[in-house]
């Protein structure tokens, strides 16, 4: 890729943002509203063999078993609730590592001078890899990749340290707080298999901080005069 066609998509990730919110509202709408579910629930058939070994069916609403059936049913869509709610946590996590690795690869294409730290080896590189390339953009295009990969791991105060020193702008206190929290709690979904109830699960304020964060980085790469792609004018 040459770096006249190297861009910041913050499309890609607006549009991620918005809709991995928005379907969960709706499906927790859904979940949460009880004629729904009841509506949902009586159309369930139940199957059982007759003493001639047929095999019948019955509508689940008039049979004696109903409450605990349906309570059953009641109990498992919660659970899935709490379990998507949780996943989307962990999405989340992945959401910011992904945003500003694209931020970051996006910012060494176009000022390749700032690569030499985060390549690792003193930054050095070696010959036979320079001129395993057909052209010097194909070179900087994978270093970029590299150095972005190594700038973007670690802890999110250690990450936003590192934006800082690149970019020489500033990133809101407030804002890393919040991310940091948020990372906290996806790594204790991954690593500690902890499973936050629904009320401990704030889907819309995590999203909406994943925004803000995107806002910010896209600011940030104006300021820079690099080039971005905007179709949701979030910069606007």
């Keep these: ?43 369930k058939v139940i199957t059982s063999v007759n003493e001639q070994g047929d095999l019948t069916h019955r509508q689940l609403s008039g049979d004696l078993l109903y409450n605990k059936i349906s309570n059953e049913y009641k109990e498992s ?21 992904n945003m500003v690795f694209d931020f970051l690869r996006n ?10 730290k985060f390549l690792g080896s003193d930054g050095y590189i070696k010959v036979t890899e320079v001129f395993s390339y057909d052209a010097l953009s194909d070179l900087i295009t994978d270093l970029a990749a590299r150095g972005a990969k190594n700038a973007a791991s670690g802890s999110p105060s250690l990450i936003f340290r590192r934006v800082r020193s690149l970019t020489k702008c500033d990133i809101p206190n407030e804002l890393e707080r919040k991310i940091v929290k948020l990372i906290e709690k996806r790594n204790e979904i ?3 298999i902890k499973e936050y109830p629904i009320d401990a699960v704030d889907i819309e304020g ?7 964060l995107l806002k910010k980085l896209g600011l940030i790469t104006r300021d820079l005069n690099l080039p971005l792609f905007d179709p949701g004018s979030l910069l606007s």
Excluded: C
């Design 190 to 192: 991954v690593h500690d």
């Design 77 to 97: 869509y919660s659970d899935s609730l709490v379990l998507h709610a949780n996943m989307l946590i962990v999405m989340a996590g992945s959401y910011f590592e």
């Design 1 to 43: 890729m040459d770096a006249k066609e190297a861009f910041f998509d913050l499309g890609k990730w607006h549009g991620a943002l918005i809709f991995s919110s928005g379907k969960f509202r709706d499906f927790r709408g859904y979940l949460e509203n009880s004629n729904a579910i009841e509506l949902h629930i009586s159309t």
């Design 107 to 116: 910012y060494f294409i176009h000022k390749p001078k700032s690569l030499h």
């Design 206 to 212: 995590a999203y909406e901080t994943l925004q803000e």
